[in-house]
């Protein structure tokens, strides 16, 4: 999957996924394989469900877990589509073998 790149200094994370780009803090993160093949995670589940109800699911994944875990970095980590990213973006073969749907796997 092609991915497009910005250099956005002022994201307000590290890295961000919004279809079809990959936004970045600085250009030397292009060199990080594990950051870009935890974002292209985020492309392939974004294109997947076609791209805003993505959107909508992460959100309405993060607010439930705001409030179970009164903790924005909490929360954060345990939406699924992050906890899928996160737990296969050090295998940078990933994509090429996951199935449809994987984030589902994480709930």
């Known amino acids: 999957m092609k991915a497009f790149f910005l250099i ?8 961000m996924a919004v279809y079809p780009f990959i936004l970045l803090k600085n250009k030397f993160q ?3 394989l594990v950051l870009i093949n935890h974002e292209r995670i985020h492309l392939r589940q974004q294109l997947e469900l076609l791209i805003i109800p993505f959107y909508l699911l992460y959100l309405i994944n993060y607010v439930i877990n705001l409030i179970k875990y009164r903790n924005h970095y909490r929360a954060y980590l345990n939406i699924s589509f992050e906890k899928e990213a996160y737990a296969c973006d050090q295998n940078l073969n990933y994509l090429k073998s996951r199935k ?4 589902i ?3």
Do not use: R
Not at 8 to 15: C, G
Not at 100 to 103: A, E, L, N, V
């Open 8 to 15: 956005v200094s002022k994201i307000p994370a590290n890295a």
């Open 30 to 32: 292009k060199e990080d």
């Open 100 to 103: 449809f749907f994987s984030w």
């Open 105 to 107: 796997n994480y709930f």
